[in-house]
Nanobody
Framework: VQLVESGGGLVQVGGSLRLSCAAS????????MGWFRQAPGKEREFVAA????????YYADSVKGRFTISRDNAKNTVYLQMNSLKPEDTAVYYC????????????????WGQGTQVTVAS
């Protein structure tokens, strides 16, 4: 499985961005997907996850109510809609796949993308 993130960029405080993660392979619809982020000097942290069928989603408290994860299995793509962005959302954002529902457990995610930079300017 190969994952390619896109949609990052520079945005003002309060603005919005939508990240995309395109996956290769025919079995995308079998995988749970997650978004993680890593800010400079900090450890990578969980942002959001979605089950293979999209029936279950899970968010970090820091983004709940502002970010929405979704997926389109026909397009092999998972999205992260980010609204009301804050400077503390500045980070490299990564998508990852898991064969089972893993929620926020990074070690359970098997494949990772290269990341896309999100910068929120105050």
């Amino acid at each position: 499985v190969q994952l390619v993130e896109s949609g990052g960029g520079l945005v003002q405080v309060g603005g919005s961005l939508r990240l995309s993660c395109a996956a290769s392979g025919r079995t995308f619809s079998y995988y749970a997907m997650g978004w993680f982020r890593q800010a400079p000097g900090k450890e990578r942290e969980f942002v959001a996850a979605i089950s293979a069928t999209a029936r279950t989603t899970y968010y970090a408290d820091s983004v709940k109510g502002r970010f929405t994860i979704s997926r389109d299995n026909a397009k092999n793509t998972v999205y992260l809609q980010m609204n009301s962005l804050k400077p503390e959302d500045t980070a490299v954002y990564y998508c990852a796949t898991s064969r089972v529902w893993s929620g926020s457990f990074q070690s359970s995610y098997e494949y990772w993308g290269q990341g896309t930079q999100v910068t929120v300017a105050s």
